[in-house]
């Protein structure tokens, strides 16, 4: 225990440590490795399997996604339709609750958790959201956890392992829940706050959208130093939904301009860009010259946690695919690339292998 304790007080000093000075890289103590919705190469995502095996396969961090139920639940799914990652459309009683909604400016067709309560979707089941590429025999196998559940979790596998685990929420579609009259920001602050574990632990918020980790920001102060922010980097010619929804001109290319990282950095801690905003592929499917946006965070004092690392060839730069089936598992590959990735001086990556993750950086 005291070798937990030890660990679990240097995670959360490596957390709030003032950073290096800018143009070195990277900027963080170490690189963290962050299980991408778990170990979702391996089992299916936002499972209480999927966080353990990324866990057991020494993951720095695992990632649960946040969505809302009607009762005002928060749980772990990627998305709020929820017909591709469970089998509700198997569930005849739900049949009358598919429908079609617009979510952050598109129409989707699906099952949303806000129609459903926490008992109804705990009688559903996860399955594999890339059965094209991936394992299906866990499907069916595995509830929708909750985030209390999920926090639980990882206190109990924190004690078991002897070692500090990092927990990194992403608040979905925050505009879209405010709007239905489920906000999530202060309900996760309150999730977070009640459990000793994350009173301690290090967490990082994520988020797409702005306005919410600037409310997360004021509301944070200095009380809670465990707790940093996250700022997702969508598509350059994209702006986040709230930008849009207030009738503004702000793209996330924008946002990766000098002044823009210079703003961000008023709020947050970190940006999560795109693997290919780092590196992005030249026109022959192969790794290209990085782009400044390493170098350009980092003198704004953020440091850059990139997403996401996949294990088989279709996700990887052409230089280190296996054979020619884009479904080939390549942890080979996915090694050497994370390690390119390494090498342009990013602080912390998600990967949905860990364990090649862990390889990656530990092997160097």
Avoid: C
């Avoid at 005291?2 to 709030?16: D, E």
């Avoid at 969508?234 to 207030?246: H, L, T």
């Amino acid at each position: 225990m005291k070798k937990l304790l030890s660990a679990l007080a240097a995670l959360a000093i490596i957390a709030v440590m003032p950073q290096t000075q800018a143009n070195e890289a990277p900027l963080a103590a170490k690189v963290l490795v962050i299980g991408h919705r778990g170990a979702s190469a391996l089992r299916p995502e936002h499972t209480l399997a999927s966080y353990a095996k990324a866990i057991a396969d020494g993951a720095d961090f695992i990632e649960p996604d946040l969505v809302m139920t009607r009762d005002g639940v928060l749980v772990a799914r990627h998305e709020n339709e929820i017909g591709g990652t469970t089998d509700v459309s198997r569930h005849p009683e739900f049949a009358g609750r598919k429908t079609t909604k617009r979510i952050d400016g598109h129409d989707v067709t699906g099952w949303f958790t806000e129609d459903f309560s926490l008992a109804e979707l705990k009688t559903l089941r996860a399955r594999e959201r890339l059965p094209q590429f991936r394992d299906t025999r866990y499907d069916g196998q595995f509830q929708i956890p909750t985030f209390d559940e999920i926090i639980d979790f990882v206190a109990a596998e924190s004690a078991t392992y002897d070692r500090v685990i990092g927990i990194i929420p992403e608040i979905k579609h925050g505009t879209y829940f405010q709007k239905i009259g489920l906000p999530m920001e202060q309900r996760v602050l309150t999730a977070l706050d009640s459990h000793a574990y994350t009173r301690t632990a290090p967490v990082e918020i994520q988020s797409f959208e702005i306005a919410n980790l600037r409310y997360l920001r004021s509301r944070l102060g200095s009380n809670h130093p465990n707790i940093r922010l996250l700022q997702l980097i969508d598509e350059p010619a994209m702006q986040p939904y709230d930008v849009v929804a207030a009738g503004g001109k702000l793209t996330y290319a924008d946002m990766l301009k000098p002044m823009g990282l210079r703003d961000i950095a008023g709020y947050a801690d970190a940006i999560g860009p795109n693997i290919r905003q780092i590196i992005p592929l030249a026109a022959d499917g192969r790794l290209d010259a990085p782009t400044a946006v390493v170098r350009d965070a980092h003198a704004a004092r953020l440091e850059v946690h990139v997403y996401t690392f996949r294990p088989e060839n279709h996700f990887q730069a052409k230089n280190f695919w296996q054979g020619a089936d884009p479904r080939q598992f390549n942890e080979a590959g996915s090694i050497a690339e994370i390690r390119a990735y390494l090498d342009a001086g990013v602080d912390a990556f998600f990967t949905d292998d860990p364990a090649i993750g862990r390889k990656a950086v530990d092997g160097r």
